[in-house]
């Protein structure tokens, strides 16, 4: 039974939200703030409202990806600021998904459960070594040219996909379904910055992810 913590100030919302997790058989413990969350036992994903006392969601956010213990645990934020500036700032801070207020306790199930799935460990690719680029999905680490790269969990996922299709040609949408899990219509913007922050921390390395206009990004060359 997944483990789910929900952060939200608002106590008519935490408890709706939780009465719904757990007669969807999730095992569930609400927070009105982020005080003392990262020190609870780590959970199997995250529920995040922005708007919070303290530190923020977006704050939160930072803090457990920025967590070796915790970075790799799914995130989903719950607020009514619901401009595309604010998804993107999510998503880009490694957000997994974005979901709007007033929400369906139905689309809420549904969405964290497709997040719950996607965040299975990946099994095709235990190692991958192309050109001077190493990539081991066991330890969750990069090497260019012999040397460690830090990357985000998003930004991983995103070379991995990369790397499993060399000279592929992946389109903006695909690469969004197949690394974020769902269709936004920030998707552009968001591939684009990630590619961007890609190629700067791999360095020379980095230009083997190339741009194929009109089309998307592909690895190889």
């Excluded at 090497?143 to 460690?148: C, S, T, W």
């Excluded at 922050?197 to 998307?216: A, N, W």
Aim: glycine share 8%; hydrophobic share 40%.
């Amino acid at each position: 039974m997944s483990l789910i913590y929900c952060v939200e100030d608002d106590e008519s919302i935490r408890e709706l939200i939780l009465y719904a997790l757990k007669n969807a058989d999730f095992n569930v413990k609400g927070f009105e703030s982020g005080q003392g969350l990262l020190e609870e036992s780590k959970p199997d994903l995250f529920l995040l409202d922005i708007m919070l006392p303290g530190d923020d969601g977006y704050e939160i956010l930072r803090k457990i990806r920025k967590n070796p213990q915790l970075s790799h645990v799914p995130v989903i934020m719950l607020t009514s600021k619901t401009s595309e500036f604010d998804k993107v700032k999510a998503l880009d801070m490694g957000a997994d998904d974005y979901i709007d207020k007033p929400f369906g306790v139905m689309e809420l199930i549904s969405r964290i459960k497709a997040v719950l799935r996607r965040s299975v460990p990946k099994g095709n690719y235990d190692i991958i070594h192309l050109h001077e680029i190493h990539l081991d999905n066991t330890k969750h680490t990069v090497e260019a040219k012999g040397e460690i790269i830090v990357l985000t969990p998003k930004e991983f996922d995103l070379l991995y996909y990369l790397m499993t299709n060399p000279e592929i040609v992946l389109s903006r949408d695909k690469i969004m379904n197949e690394v974020w899990g769902f269709d936004f219509e920030g998707e552009s913007r968001t591939v684009d910055v990630h590619i961007r922050t890609l190629r700067m921390k791999l360095g020379e390395s980095g230009e083997k992810i190339q741009t194929v206009r009109g089309l998307g990004y592909k690895f190889g060359g």
